[in-house]
């Protein structure tokens, strides 16, 4: 868990060895959660109390009972707020707006809240309160979003001016047991970052492709994609959006314990743990007085091992030298533990091997009686991890090398990248969090990229990675563009930094960091091979700006505080030629930052057939590629009314922020469909389903096309994150899952893309009419010509075992007869682990068909297998576009035969059964339940005639959370659909 205890008020009162408000028996029978106080257990937080202990603490949120109000400059409008929260969902409960700020067009109908003063009020009590010189009281905001003033009781705290920050106040002078008014006034961040860009000595430029776009985010420390993306909404909202903790203590309290965990390199048998234990003083009289700090690991079983130090600012030499103090009232204490290897197991990332995690107990005691002033308690995992940069000498591919190692495995990194959940970050939940990271490691992605446009994210997201075995990287804040490097604001981003770091880097999961987004990019004088406008003294000035802030700043704060894990210079960029602490130095390897044989590159394509994975450049580690797509009609009916719903509409135009993203979509559409006929009631839904479609297919295949060019010494691809998993409202993007958790067509097609063992039929050669001079509206013939045609298949594997026989057979299946036109198989005798594997060599396509049959009339189906289930896979390569193909005759009837078995827990478990008479294309199984299939968007095979297969089985699997009703199973059967983007089909759905 999160080495934070914040969220929650999760401290832990300790009395000798009595425990005040805590189970002392938590910590050592669930592992995998931190020690804390809850809502649940303490309804009234102000019951927690006791003469003796040495630190108390008040959760000042809505939650507890906490009766806050926000009001706007005037008066004119007071509701009741929400703390965590945002003022414009303040505004919808209380019905000042009329609509979510989602609907229709709501997002600009509703921007006078962004423009307007807010003053969140509060009076509280604190029962216990002790008011004397030796006793210390903090007022700690973890999150203020974003410009604020402070108050209590009249009297001036402090001002707040980022919102990636914690601001920790002294208020012993002003605070009182009862009726303290606490008030927290917020000012427009555009005004904010306007000011300040117009006191700037010279223009930084602004990234403001996207008409929607807020200018000068750069000049405020807040989310970036709050002043709009071409993905999401610029509502730049305002807000108390993390805790508001009280506490009071005589002595010390800890307020952070930072953890690394690694080899001793002169035996391997032991772990080596370094615990960075942040302690802050009650008062600077305190300054010479020692404290103990104890260190212990433990799991269920009780303790396995113990450090001890007498904390006076002093370092441990296995461990270094501490680090200054942020104040005079703090201070750093380092603690060293040695653990037996043997005593412990390995954390992996998922796919690799199992997640165990281990409490860390850390106290802060009175040396003499070893009276616990202070206890936290966090978890790590046991695992070591790097990035691998080794020099790659062959001649056609120099360079060197990119990947993440876990526990001396080289591993290929299948992910995504991590966008905001929500523009509101509290409205998604952390059940909606977990749903979203569950679905991640269903779709058997190992690794996410939180991107740089958005936040470090809550604990809980931190606490589920491990959990899950999702590897982290984590972009430091900044989306892109370039960046003021005036004085305030890089002591701005140090504390940022620094704050942030020591929060997130006791986590295993935590593979790297990044400087930025698209930060060398923005100084570069070449992409893509091609020279651009940023030359001269404006290159050297940007030059300049950039190596103050992210190479000076960032770079060397993180070396401070976390010096154990990879710092990767921008992304996408080639890394940096000299990286070193001791001497301060930190130069660039410069050139085409996606060049592709240094460190990270990212490939978007839009007009290309997306099938021929020739038209893919490789590079060393893919951190993004995408396509965008819209979300279904499920989830669109939230925010639209009918007249809406097409892709010409004020409203599609309005949500679609990606420059001519509607003409761009219907082209893409247009390469593989005939246009949806527009007098049809049904022509959107038809419209959205293609887009998804081909998102699909190009996202599945760019990604095996990565996965293929896999090996172990990195001199070819390592690793591929494609944009984007997840989404911040209901609105056409490149993402996986739309706003609300519900899975599009491309989730379960990079499920099959990214499972361990995977069978990748790839096609080269092939030419078409670039899609940019087609029209959307025309019924093209002539896009694609598979004269020139290829076709070899590789067999893939992620497995961290050998695997003896693998048995590859691949059939062409023809559309028109649905029968087996061609069937050819062969026998792999040792698949290596982690190894890629040729099964058949490029041949040219004209060779693969029979004679007689065309790629437009056929559909090439390879399945490999060994012997175990995990072992079997199965992919299709459509040999042509859908709409070359004739489809014409009797429509296929698919019929789903649903079983719904009780289980003990009054749940249910949902079964589908599916038959077909004929070839289906992308099979889309559909409910408007809450849930995902087990697999979907597939070719259905026909299960009767003269090659008849076995009946395809699916499981619908509900998204539940504890209390809920379990899924109504003739609701369930009532509204399940099925339909196919590329051929129209009969469909019967019964229940068994």
């Known amino acids: 868990m999160a080495g934070h205890r914040n969220v929650l008020c999760t401290v832990i009162h300790v009395v000798g060895a009595l425990a005040i408000g805590f189970d002392s028996s938590v910590a050592s029978v669930v592992p995998h959660h931190r020690a804390h106080v809850t809502p649940q257990d303490h309804a009234h937080a102000d019951t927690i109390r006791a003469r003796d202990q040495r630190v108390i603490c008040r959760v000042l949120n809505t939650a507890e009972n906490q009766a806050w109000t926000v009001t706007n400059a005037n008066g004119s409008i007071s509701v009741p707020a929400h703390v965590p929260g945002h003022v414009y969902m303040d505004l919808r409960r209380a019905n000042v707006t009329k609509h979510d700020p989602y609907f229709r067009f709501e997002d600009d109908a509703q921007t006078w809240v962004r423009n307007e003063t807010w003053v969140y009020s509060l009076t509280f009590d604190l029962p216990g309160f002790e008011a004397t010189s030796a006793i210390m009281h903090d007022l700690v905001f973890e999150g203020i979003d974003t410009v604020g003033n402070v108050s209590l009781n009249g009297a001036f705290v402090g001002v707040t001016n980022n919102q990636h920050r914690t601001w920790t106040f002294n208020v012993s002078a002003i605070v009182q047991n009862q009726n303290n008014v606490l008030q927290v006034t917020l000012t427009p961040a555009t005004s904010y970052a306007d000011a300040h860009a117009s006191k700037y000595p010279y223009s930084i430029g602004d990234e403001t492709f996207i008409p929607q776009r807020v200018p000068n985010k750069a000049f405020v420390r807040k989310q970036q994609s709050d002043f709009g993306w071409d993905w999401g909404p610029a509502l730049v909202p305002a807000g108390i959006w993390r805790p508001v903790v009280f506490y009071q203590y005589d002595v010390v309290r800890i307020t952070n314990v930072v953890t690394t ?109 070893h009276t616990a002033y202070d206890t936290f ?56 969090l977990r749903r979203l990271l569950v679905s991640a490691t269903e779709a058997n992605q190992n690794i996410l990229r939180v991107w740089g446009g958005g936040n470090y994210m809550r604990d809980s997201f931190w606490d589920l990675c491990d959990e899950l075995g999702l590897l982290v990287w984590l972009d430091f804040m900044h989306g892109g563009g370039r960046s003021p490097r005036n004085a305030e604001h890089v002591t701005n981003w140090a504390a940022e930094v620094r704050q942030n770091v020591r929060r997130i880097a006791s986590h295993p999961c935590l593979a790297l960091y990044n400087g930025n987004n698209e930060g060398v990019k923005a100084i570069s004088s070449v992409m893509h091979g091609t020279p651009v406008k940023i030359t001269g003294d404006a290159q050297a000035v940007a030059a300049m700006d950039y190596a103050a802030l992210f190479d000076s700043t960032v770079r060397t704060v993180v070396g ?57 450049p490789a590079g060393r580690f893919v951190s993004e590629y995408g396509w965008q797509s819209y979300p279904s009609l499920h989830t669109l009916d939230a925010v639209t009314l009918p007249q809406d719903r097409a892709w010409n509409s004020t409203w599609a135009a309005h949500v679609q922020h990606h420059p001519d993203g509607n003409s761009e979509l219907a082209v893409q559409n247009a390469i593989f469909f005939d246009p949806p006929v527009a007098s049809s009631p049904r022509h959107f839904d038809a419209f959205v ?106 067999l893939v594997s992620d497995l961290m075992h050998a695997v003896a026989t693998v048995n590859v057979s691949w059939v062409l299946w023809a559309w028109k007869s649905d029968t087996i036109v061609a069937r050819n198989s062969t026998v792999v005798a040792s698949m290596p682990a ?59 009837l698919v019929s789903i035969t649903v079983r719904v078995t009780a289980q003990a827990d009054d749940g249910v478990t949902i079964e589908l059964e599916l038959h077909s008479s004929a070839l289906v294309p992308l099979l889309f199984v559909d409910s408007p339940l809450d849930g995902r299939f087990s697999d979907n968007s597939f070719l259905m095979l026909p299960t009767e005639g003269q090659d008849a297969v076995a009946p395809k089985m699916l499981t619908f699997i509900p998204w539940t959370s504890s209390g809920e009703p379990p899924v109504d199973p003739q609701a369930f059967v009532q509204t399940l659909t099925a339909t196919s983007v590329a051929r129209d089909i009969e469909v019967q759905v019964k229940r068994a």
């Open 560 to 616: 401070a505080e976390d010096a154990s894990r990879h710092f990767h210079a921008s992304c996408p960029s080639n890394g940096y030629a000299v990286d070193d602490l001791d001497l301060g130095m930190h130069i660039h390897r410069m050139g085409d930052p996606f060049g592709g044989s240094f460190g990270d590159t990212r490939h978007y394509d839009y007009t290309s057939y997306c099938l021929d994975s020739s038209k893919y």
């Open 834 to 892: 982690l190894s890629v594997v040729e099964v058949l060599p490029s041949t040219s396509l004209s060779e693969l068909l029979p004679r007689g049959v065309a790629a437009t009339q056929a559909v090439l189906v390879v399945a490999a297998g060994g012997a175990d289930p995990e072992q079997q896979t199965q992919n299709e390569l459509y040999l042509s576009p859908f709409k070359l193909i004739d489809f014409s005759g009797k429509r296929p």
């Open 689 to 794: 389903a293609q887009t998804q479609a081909v998102q699909a297919l190009c996202i599945k295949t760019q990604s095996e096309f990565y996965r293929a060019q896999r090996n172990t010494t990195g001199s070819r691809t390592m690793g591929c994150m494609y944009w984007q998993l997840n989404d911040i409202w209901q609105a056409p993007s490149w993402a996986s899952i739309e706003y609300g958790g519900r899975w599009k067509a491309l989730h379960y097609h990079i499920k099959r893309a990214y499972q361990a063992i995977m069978v990748f039929p790839a096609l080269t050669g092939t030419t078409a009419i670039p899609s940019a001079s087609l029209d959307s509206n025309a019924h093209h013939r002539d896009v694609w010509d598979p004269t020139g045609a290829r076709v070899g298949i590789q």
């Open 261 to 369: 965990v690694s080899r001793i390199p002169t035996d391997a048998s032991t772990w080596l743990v370094c615990a960075r234990v942040h302690l802050r003083l009650a008062s600077e009289a305190l300054a010479n007085h020692y404290v103990d700090v104890t260190v212990a690991v433990g799991d269920v079983n009780g303790t396995i091992a113990v450090g001890t130090t007498r904390g006076g600012g002093v370092g441990d030499a296995a461990c270094g030298v501490a680090p200054q103090p942020d104040s005079t009232t703090d201070r750093v204490v380092v603690v060293s533990v040695r653990v037996a290897a043997t005593d412990v197991s390995l954390w992996w990332p998922t796919g690799y091997g199992r997640q165990p995690l281990y409490n860390i107990t850390t106290s802060a005691k009175a040396p003499e009686t």
């Open 377 to 432: 308690v966090h978890t790590v995992g046991f695992r070591e991890i790097d990035v691998v940069e080794d020099d790659i000498t062959d001649a056609s591919n120099p360079g060197k090398s990119f990947y993440i190692r876990v526990n001396g495995v080289g591993v290929f990194a299948k992910g995504s990248n991590w966008i905001p959940g929500d523009a509101f970050d509290n409205r998604l939940t952390d059940e909606g």
